[in-house]
């Protein structure tokens, strides 16, 4: 059974919600961010190399949590494009429905649950660093 219009404007009103969260994150955090935790290390006279190197830490671990919800952005972006072109719902790989309990957990998901998992164990070792 499609989604209901009743349901797709729930959904739609949750994605618009985190969005809207998402943007006012990404705002405080660079707004805060400006590399302080850094500074602040670097700051102190005199700074050694492990100063520097928690101040690194810290920089690139603000770095990564902006691009993380920068990326949630974009997938809230895409899922709101497909309510719009009604491919809403409808898993990529399969062409099934994807379960309204599914989307209401998980309101950018692109894929039905088992295609999901297939996907997950295909590409699970995709982006892990080997020495």
Excluded: W
């Excluded at 969260?21 to 492990?50: F, K, M, T, W």
């Excluded at 950018?108 to 660093?129: I, L, M």
């Amino acid at each position: 059974m499609a989604l209901t219009q009743l349901r797709q404007s729930r959904l739609g009103k949750k994605l618009d919600q985190r969005y809207a969260s998402l943007l006012e994150e990404v705002r405080d955090e660079l707004e805060r961010s400006e590399n302080q935790q850094y500074i602040e290390l670097i700051g102190r006279s005199p700074a050694d190399v492990g100063d520097e190197s928690v101040g690194d830490a810290l920089a690139d671990l603000n770095l990564e949590i902006i691009d993380r919800h920068i990326q949630e952005i974009r997938d809230i972006e895409a899922a709101k494009a497909r309510l719009k072109d009604r491919s809403y719902g409808i898993c990529i790989d399969c062409r099934g429905e994807v379960d309204y309990e599914r989307l209401l957990a998980y309101p950018t998901a692109k894929r039905c649950f088992a295609c999901q998992r297939q996907h997950e164990r295909t590409f699970a070792h995709e982006g892990t660093p080997k020495l």
